[in-house]
């Protein structure tokens, strides 16, 4: 854990020294490349993480970090994603002077992230997440004399206020009651409390969930998350969008889970699994309803990741119930996947215009890009041989198994809603001709790199999910 | 047999980006031994005599959940062949329409083969469902590339309707796992197990909605008539003679073999469907008068046939031996003769650019060899004793008529085809000689070409033995031995 941490820091700290004190310009490649590389130990470090670390996906120690499988797999991800960002801005900042702190701050959001994903205390949650966020502000801002960069990072910068409002005081109500600011002792004594308190730890809980709501971008706290990806440069919000949204649920899966399957909170009476599963189905149809209408790419992908995070809830609304298992898969995996697919799918626009109707014909102007960005959008509506089709099959298992069928066939339903909107791309893309107004854009290549490994990784994941899925399988004991 | 094409698919690709003739080659060459290779896998099938699934490879795919599992039987095996030599046929016969692209168009090609083969041999539920769905994006693809004026809107109506049949497939399949006893998505151990009648319908119900759509039956067919119209004449023909299989194969094997309880006790609800769409495809087709469209829902007027002769022959004991094994017949006949009539389509709207057929007339004169083709081809369209297609027609109707003697209706629906495919011919080849035209026949390579499809018609005419035997023995499994 330590390990991670400090590859990615020590850079995170250095790169903006630099920048400072380096005279000529043009060397803004160098501090890519250090943040690269420091990204791609930190992934090859994280399996020794694991390994190193308990065996089991529920641990409570009672230090601040527990590196387990979950936070595994979120680490992974989000350096995954990161790295992807991070390749993909090479030519974008190559002639930025603030080159060095931007790539310093996606160090210092991935540390933020990992950080959420692992930690097991309420205030080293709440430090942590702030170190997430932060970073995305300035980076949301950062075309600062762009009107529409700066309202993005505007609402998105009140929105997270919210979201870090709502867990402060959540976590404040928690010390009241517990004396600590730990998840252990968080539900040691909730399973232990008197009929009296159960309303302040209800409340606890439900302050603590929507402040992670809003971060997932979960309806109805999802408002922040087109304008914010549509404002801002195309790397930055695939960081957001298949990035920094999960760790909310990373969190929420360590709290909630444990917190709501104790004894005491069955014997409560509340279907709280009904209540997750009715706000995945409205998530899911709403973003999906809503991304049919878009104009934008940006703001259309937005929108598909709010219902994609509507079908990662899924995951959660099974907790509890025999789909437990299944649901976890599923979540994982979907996660993982979806960070990818997003990830190129958002990065692509980088080559290519933000506005649908000029995305006419690009196959011939940028062929690679065209490919890459169609089988991202492919994969997120789920088709076989692609791998979206497999973590949306586990997570649609695991609905059916838990007894929620119903949630089940919502969510297939909004599958071939969404298949409207991803195939519309794809026509756009593929069958219209090219109009006059369009502009030639150079494919700039380290975009196509990015696009070429998430392509590659969407089809191998797709035909062979084993090496993946296995890990998950084994840990969980199935 | 599935890798072959599968890797032919990207070597295409490849191959075409240094010269783009290439490509072409490779799709021929590729199906062509796709072809050999189906006919020597159908051969084990029919010289064994049983009924089980052969050439059985089982590798585990996702563990304890998803293996992949493949195998063959007597009732995928013909469809196999049809898969592969269709798709020759097709690579063959592309070269008078598919100009550009020409690289990406011939590994689609491949690409789709592998995954129609794929369907037709898994043994997995959710393999069957990855390759089903495989097969969406090379047709939406081809459809809205190399298509007609109209070809956008057809390729996304093609691909929401069948998208939507898909999912809730799934969603059967899914509620399927979890109601039997031990829960798998194998389907030989699906086989052995038992379902409560009233989930058996449910899921039967789903997955017909998903198959239904390809096959396709009334009212989920309207994506077939614009996406025919559209698409190229060498898709056109994977479409009708390919896709329309992979619904029939489905409601065989799930409908029908699956979910038996439901396919005897439901049987009447199936059969009037299929009447349904059968006389809808005919008398639909008789208005037409773009001869595209005609052919089109010829092909839903004979799948039509398909789905009514298959489940008459499980209502009534005895009559499966006509009923199942001539739907299968059914399905074979028809993707050689309803291929030679889009391949004609084709020809038509190249040399007289346009395909209205009361626009068109003296074909005999412009064009004798085109014009002896399309007599021949229309005759195996409407059934003629020429070819087998009428056995096939008249073993599903006489199965019919075996459930109830008010059946006999159903023969009006060949009647009614062969008077509009008589009426074409009347209009555009047995017509006055217009001055306008000047000779332009096909060439005589090109006139072989087209004979080929009527080969095995007028072979399993005489001898229908080598389709049947095999079939025999999945319909003797299927209606318990009768």
Redo the contacts between chains.
Sequence with gaps: MLLIILTLALPAILLPLYGAVKKENGKERLSAYVAIASLLIALLEAPFELFLGPKGIWYYPTSLVSFDLISFFFSVTIIIVSLMAAVGSITTMQSDRNASVYYSLILFTVIGMILVSSTTDLLFLLVSWELMTVPTFVLVALKKRDRLSSEAAMKYFLAAALSAALILFGLSLAYGLTDSTSFYSLIYAFEHSSQSQLPVFLLTASLLASGFAVKMAIAPFHFWLPDALQGTFPQIGALLAAGSKKAGFAAALRIFVALLTTQQFIAFGLSWQLALGIVAAITITWGNLAALTQKKVSRMLAYSSIAQAGYITIGLAVQGTAGAALGIVGLLLHVLFHGVMKGSAFISIANMDDDVGLLNGLYKRSPGTALGFTISLFALAGMPPLNGFWSKLFLFVAAVQANMTWLAAIALVNSAIALAYYSYLAKRVYFEQPEQQSVQKEEKLDVLLVLAFAAIFIIITGLFPAPVLNPILSFLGL | MIFLPAAGGIAAYLLGRVKEEYSRYTAIAVSLAEVLLTLIAFAEVASSGIYSFMLQEDY?????FVDFHLGLDGLGAPLLIIASSLTFLAAYGSSLEIQERKASYYSLLLLFLAASVGVFTSLNL?LF???W??T??PM??FI??WGGPN??YA??KF??FT??GS??M??GF??L??SVPSPSFDFISLMNQQVQPSIQLLVSLLTFIGFGVKLPVFPIHTWLPDAHVEAPTPISVLLAGLLLKLGGYGILRFNLQLFSYTAIHYALFFMAVGLVTMFYGAIVALRQSDMKRMVALTSINHMGFVLFGAFAGIAVAGSAAFGIAGSIFQMFNHAFAIGLMFTLTGVVKHTFNTRDMTVIKGMRFAMPRASIILILGALAAMAAPLYSSFLSEFMVIYSGILYSSWLWIAVLVPGITAAYMLWMLKRMVLSERDPALSYSDVSRSFAFYMFLFLVPLVILLVAPGLILSPVMTFVRSVSGGA
């Design positions: 585990t795919w996702v563990k304890g959710i469902y990855f390759f769905d495989a969406l994006l939406f693809f809205g590339i070809r956008k390729a996304s691909l929401l998208y939507g999912v809730a799934l969603l899914i509620i796992y979890f």
